[in-house]
């Protein structure tokens, strides 16, 4: 798999740019345009004069595009400054601006070329180092054109080119330039007969509030910002159902949907508004399994890697478990009824699978029917028939009681049979064997015991975990072990397996460290909640507010940077999410838009200072909020007639 911890992505999906530091796309790594999965493109070298600019500077300026800097001396006698500058703005959507600047005192006559080519592979192809040769090109217009069978390519240049020639796919200029005069050159990268590309987050009706922070902490305010960008970048439609918008999981490596993945970034992303949520349910709602069968009522999904200690897991169970928890929460911060009517059967489906697939036992096995009974699955599980019973009640469906009296016979088994008795005061065991015996390592899926979901009046749902074993967890995941100084390890660094690169053994994942930052704020433990917080901001910084899937877990230390690991998606949809969860957390704010109210419970010592979000949607209207360095809450906008609760 080629590495992508130092690439530039430019993501405005179904369109993908990615490119090295240097700027030049070299055909080799990931280096090219995409579209759909497909590489449209894999090489486009610059040369002035036989020679390649000197790359000075590479920055993302926007989710979608980035801004590669160049320089070229073309009389070296002359001295040591540049002749030539040589812009290059290159975007998701399959264009290349590339501007040429005379810095030299005399008129400059500048024979260019840019030398073209592409593999037209796919994504897949590329990952697992399959690619093939770059393809023969013939000239067609004012650029050139590739094809193989089932798919075909063009790249067009305006202004057209002096010369091209297909055989050494070469395009080629003689620019005239005077002292401080300027050229560009604009390529346009294209599947054949395709129109061009229309992201569903540039369109003005993309589902995303445009929220905003500002406060004490100067780190807020970009994270939240490349948040909102990298989240509408990720969009993508339901090609059958264009109204419906759902999230890719991440760039580059997972650019379509991803069950579980889109579901719990649409969780996350709740306070933006509501018709995210509403579009990945739809769209999820169509791929339910019907019945009769084991599997009738289930959302399908791949299994997923759990590294060394367990198997693989199904992102299915979780799917379905996330599907009706998202519903009963989407009411909440104000889903329309007419909405809520169309999708309440498929949530009633994905209950209906629980309770079913339990039957007369106490935990649920992941996978079905032989699997561990894992950790997290009995977390999704439980806060699946809490909010599900909440939902059914709403609507006066049936099922609501005995999912209730499962989920209690479901807390009182757990907090003996997987709780593990140690000298440190005890830990949830990672899973149970089928054959009953526990698996004791400690691991960042521990955290999802803490998140519980929302209920009615800003009340969360109880948890699996009594008062004392919370506490004991609390204490785990802010100890040294787990708390890497960046955020949550993946396994604790005490452990056999612990890999700090390990994708399940041992790196932060972004995702997890932001819901053990909320449920332990939300459960009473707010320094372990701020130190989580601080180094996930901190580690932010060092990836310029655009934070990756995941990352090392090397312990920080005085002078260190988090190391990126080389195959995580950056941006990632649960990475951007997980900011608008961590932020909305600390500003407390839960609402009730059926009860027409929204509570505030921000944490008492606010650890980011003041601090100010806008933009948020509650019950469908803008929603403002400002914290005080007190750790007072007061709300600044809101819909007409929401209160404030108690």
């Given at each position: 798999?080629?590495?992508?911890?130092?690439?530039?992505?430019?993501?405005?999906?179904?369109?993908?740019?990615?490119?090295?530091?240097?700027?030049?796309?070299?055909?080799?790594?990931?280096?090219?345009?995409?579209?759909?999965?497909?590489?449209?493109?894999?090489?486009?070298?610059?040369?002035?004069?036989?020679?390649?600019?000197?790359?000075?500077?590479?920055?993302?300026?926007?989710?979608?595009?980035?801004?590669?800097?160049?320089?070229?001396?073309?009389?070296?006698?002359?001295?040591?400054?540049?002749?030539?500058?040589?812009?290059?703005?290159?975007?998701?959507?399959?264009?290349?601006?590339?501007?040429?600047?005379?810095?030299?005192?005399?008129p400059l006559r500048l024979p260019v070329e840019v030398a073209l080519g592409t593999d037209l592979a796919e994504l897949g192809a590329i990952?697992?180092?399959?690619?093939?040769?770059?393809?023969?090109?013939?000239?067609?217009?004012?650029?050139?054109?590739?094809?193989?069978?089932?798919?075909?390519?063009?790249?067009?240049?305006?202004?057209?080119?002096?010369?091209?020639?297909?055989?050494?796919?070469?395009?080629?200029?003689?620019?005239?330039?005077?002292?401080?005069?300027?050229?560009?050159?604009?390529?346009?990268?294209?599947?054949?007969?395709?129109?061009?590309?229309?992201?569903?987050?540039?369109?003005?009706?993309?589902?995303?509030?445009?929220?905003?922070?500002?406060?004490?902490?100067?780190?807020?305010?970009?994270?939240?910002?490349?948040?909102?960008?990298?989240?509408?970048?990720?969009?993508?439609?339901?090609?059958?159902?264009?109204?419906?918008?759902?999230?890719?999981?991440?760039?580059?490596?997972?650019?379509?949907?991803?069950?579980?993945?889109?579901?719990?970034?649409?969780?996350?992303?709740?306070?933006?508004?509501?018709?995210?949520?509403?579009?990945?349910?739809?769209?999820?709602?169509?791929?339910?399994?019907?019945?009769?069968?084991?599997?009738?009522?289930?959302?399908?999904?791949?299994?997923?890697?759990?590294?060394?200690?367990?198997?693989?897991?199904?992102?299915?169970?979780?799917?379905?478990?996330?599907?009706?928890?998202?519903?009963?929460?989407?009411?909440?911060?104000?889903?329309?009824?007419?909405?809520?009517?169309?999708?309440?059967?498929?949530?009633?489906?994905?209950?209906?699978?629980?309770?079913?697939t339990v039957g007369d036992g106490t935990y649920l096995p992941d996978p079905q029917p032989a699997g561990p009974a894992r950790c997290e699955?009995?977390?999704?599980?439980?806060?699946?028939?809490?909010?599900?019973?909440?939902?059914?009640?709403?609507?006066?469906?049936?099922?609501?009681?005995?999912?209730?009296?499962?989920?209690?016979?479901?807390?009182?088994?757990?907090?003996?049979?997987?709780?593990?008795?140690?000298?440190?005061?005890?830990?949830?065991?990672?899973?149970?064997?089928?054959?009953?015996?526990?698996?004791?390592?400690?691991?960042?899926?521990?955290?999802?015991?803490?998140?519980?979901?929302?209920?009615?009046?800003?009340?969360?749902?109880?948890?699996?975990?009594?008062?004392?074993?919370?506490?004991?967890?609390?204490?785990?995941?802010?100890?040294?072990?787990?708390?890497?100084?960046?955020?949550?390890?993946?396994?604790?660094?005490?452990?056999?397996?612990?890999?700090?690169?390990?994708?399940?053994?041992?790196?932060?994942?972004?995702?997890?460290?932001?819901?053990?930052?909320?449920?332990?704020?939300?459960?009473?433990?707010?320094?372990?909640?701020?130190?989580?917080?601080?180094?996930?901001?901190?580690?932010?910084?060092?990836?310029?507010?655009?934070?990756?899937?995941?990352?090392?877990?090397?312990?920080?230390?005085?002078?260190?940077?988090?190391?990126?690991?080389?195959?995580?998606?950056?941006?990632?949809?649960?990475?951007?999410?997980?900011?608008?969860?961590?932020?909305?957390?600390?500003?407390?704010?839960?609402?009730?838009?059926?009860?027409?109210?929204?509570?505030?419970?921000?944490?008492?010592?606010?650890?980011?200072?003041?601090?100010?979000?806008?933009?948020?949607?509650?019950?469908?209207?803008?929603?403002?909020?400002?914290?005080?360095?007190?750790?007072?809450?007061?709300?600044?906008?809101?819909?007409?007639?929401?209160?404030?609760?108690?």
């Open positions: 798999m080629p590495a992508a911890h130092n690439a530039l992505i430019c993501v405005a999906l179904p369109g993908l740019a990615v490119s090295s530091e240097l700027g030049q796309l070299s055909g080799r790594g990931l280096d090219g345009f995409y579209r759909g999965g497909r590489r449209l493109l894999s090489r486009c070298q610059v040369r002035v004069a036989g020679r390649e600019p000197l790359a000075v500077q590479a920055r993302m300026t926007a989710a979608d595009s980035a801004r590669f800097v160049g320089t070229l001396r073309l009389s070296p006698a002359a001295g040591p400054d540049p002749d030539v500058v040589v812009e290059r703005t290159r975007c998701a959507d399959g264009t290349e601006r590339i501007t040429f600047r005379n810095a030299a005192l005399r990952a697992s180092g399959a690619a093939g040769p770059e393809l023969p090109a013939t000239v067609r217009d004012s650029g050139l054109r590739w094809t193989t069978p089932g798919a075909a390519a063009c790249v067009t240049a305006d202004p057209p080119p002096a010369d091209a020639l297909a055989s050494a796919g070469l395009l080629r200029w003689e620019l005239d330039l005077p002292p401080s005069g300027t050229a560009v050159v604009e390529l346009r990268v294209r599947a054949d007969g395709a129109a061009p590309l229309r992201a569903v987050g540039h369109a003005a009706t993309h589902p995303l509030a445009p929220a905003r922070a500002a406060g004490d902490d100067p780190r807020v305010a970009p994270l939240l910002e490349t948040a909102v960008a990298d989240l509408q970048a990720l969009l993508l439609r339901d090609p059958a159902h264009p109204s419906d918008t759902y999230l890719a999981a991440g760039a580059p490596w997972r650019c379509g949907m991803a069950p579980a993945d889109a579901l719990a970034a649409a969780r996350m992303a709740l306070p933006l508004g509501t018709r995210l949520a509403a579009g990945t349910l739809r769209a999820l709602a169509r791929t339910q399994l019907p019945g009769p069968g084991p599997r009738s009522g289930m959302i399908p999904g791949p299994r997923r890697d759990a590294g060394p200690l367990l198997p693989p897991g199904c992102t299915g169970t979780e799917a379905t478990l996330l599907f009706p928890v998202l519903l009963a929460e989407a009411r909440r911060w104000g889903l329309p009824e007419q909405e809520m009517q169309e999708l309440l059967p498929a949530a009633e489906r994905c209950l209906t699978w629980l309770r079913t699955t009995q977390a999704h599980a439980h806060r699946a028939a809490l909010l599900g019973a909440d939902l059914l009640d709403a609507y006066a469906r049936p099922g609501a009681t005995e999912l209730r009296e499962w989920a209690a016979a479901l807390r009182s088994a757990f907090r003996t049979g997987f709780w593990i008795d140690d000298p440190g005061g005890g830990r949830p065991a990672a899973a149970l064997a089928p054959d009953g015996r526990p698996v004791p390592h400690l691991g960042s899926a521990a955290v999802h015991l803490l998140d519980t979901g929302l209920l009615g009046s800003g009340r969360l749902a109880p948890g699996l975990l009594d008062k004392v074993q919370t506490e004991h967890l609390a204490r785990l995941l802010g100890g040294p072990a787990m708390d890497a100084g960046w955020g949550l390890r993946g396994l604790g660094s005490k452990e056999a397996a612990y890999n700090p690169f390990g994708h399940r053994t041992g790196a932060v994942r972004v995702h997890e460290s932001a819901l053990a930052v909320a449920g332990l704020a939300a459960a009473g433990y707010e320094r372990e909640a701020a130190g989580l917080l601080q180094g996930l901001l901190e580690a932010a910084a060092h990836f310029d507010h655009r934070l990756p899937e995941m990352f090392g877990g090397e312990q920080r230390s005085v002078g260190k940077a988090p190391l990126p690991h080389p195959a995580a998606c950056r941006p990632a949809a649960t990475a951007a999410a997980s900011v608008i969860l961590m932020l909305t957390a600390i500003a407390g704010v839960r609402p009730d838009a059926p009860a027409g109210t929204v509570t505030l419970r921000p944490v008492s010592g606010a650890p980011l200072g003041e601090l100010g979000l806008t933009g948020l949607r509650v019950a469908g209207a803008p929603f403002a909020v400002r914290i005080s360095r007190l750790g007072l809450a007061m709300v600044e906008e809101a819909a007409a007639g929401l209160q404030l609760g108690v």
